[in-house]
């Protein structure tokens, strides 16, 4: 089973493409990084900030660069880690080379992009939503990915879902993750009006 961060990579970044410029692109990578080791119990999230508060797990050893990061501190501001990725090429090309090498090993048929969208398309659909899911669709949707892959009407529904999971109390954590998705967008957007 894919990661959200693989599926990400798969749906939204080309291979090869230089994406050094793209800070919304890079800092949503980061992203869903940061997702993946939040539903992994691995950080959580304190207001604005990111506490690590586990061992990186085997199966998300690709995401290692950026735990060291967030490693750098006891808590770290999430305007400091979109800072460290809009601005240092280095940590940048580790954390996306490192993501791109976990790809490269899996059979083609996990790979198949037609098959990750099939799975949301039938989850959305059929309310069956996992966390994974709602975050995978809420980031591609913070790119304007979403309407690579699905009709406007498909695209108005799925929109609809992440603004009811995001007030819902029920799933308290999905609905924080959902926030902080916005969070860290409203802080990439800040460090590309700095870069410009």
């Known amino acids: 089973m894919l990661t959200i961060t693989q599926e990400f990579m798969l749906l939204a970044v080309k291979p090869n493409k230089r994406i050094a410029s793209t800070s919304r692109l890079?800092?949503?990578?980061?992203?869903?990084?940061?997702?993946?080791?939040?539903?992994?119990?691995?950080?959580?999230?304190?207001?604005?900030?990111?506490?690590?508060?586990?061992?990186?797990?085997?199966?998300?050893?690709?995401?290692?660069?950026?735990?060291?990061?967030?490693?750098?501190?006891?808590?770290?501001?999430?305007?400091?880690?979109?800072?460290?990725?809009?601005?240092?090429n280095k940590e940048f090309k580790q954390l996306r080379n490192d993501i791109e090498n976990s790809l490269e090993n899996l059979p083609e048929s996990v790979k198949n992009k037609e098959a990750i969208i099939e799975r949301m398309r039938s989850e959305f659909l059929e309310d069956e939503l996992k966390d994974e899911t709602v975050v995978l669709a809420a980031v591609l949707n913070k790119n304007k990915e979403l309407k690579k892959y699905f009709s406007a009407h498909e695209m108005t529904s799925i929109r609809n879902k992440i603004k009811e999971l995001k007030k819902e109390e029920s799933n308290q954590v999905l609905s924080t993750m959902i926030n902080n998705i916005d969070a860290i967008n409203v802080a990439v957007l800040s460090s590309a009006a700095i870069m410009n």
């Open 26 to 88: 890079r800092l949503s990578i980061v992203t869903v990084g940061l997702m993946d080791l939040a539903l992994k119990q691995v950080i959580e999230f304190e207001k604005k900030k990111v506490v690590v508060i586990k061992e990186l797990p085997e199966e998300l050893m690709y995401l290692s660069s950026l735990y060291d990061v967030i490693t750098r501190k006891e808590m770290m501001k999430l305007s400091k880690i979109s800072e460290i990725y809009s601005y240092k």
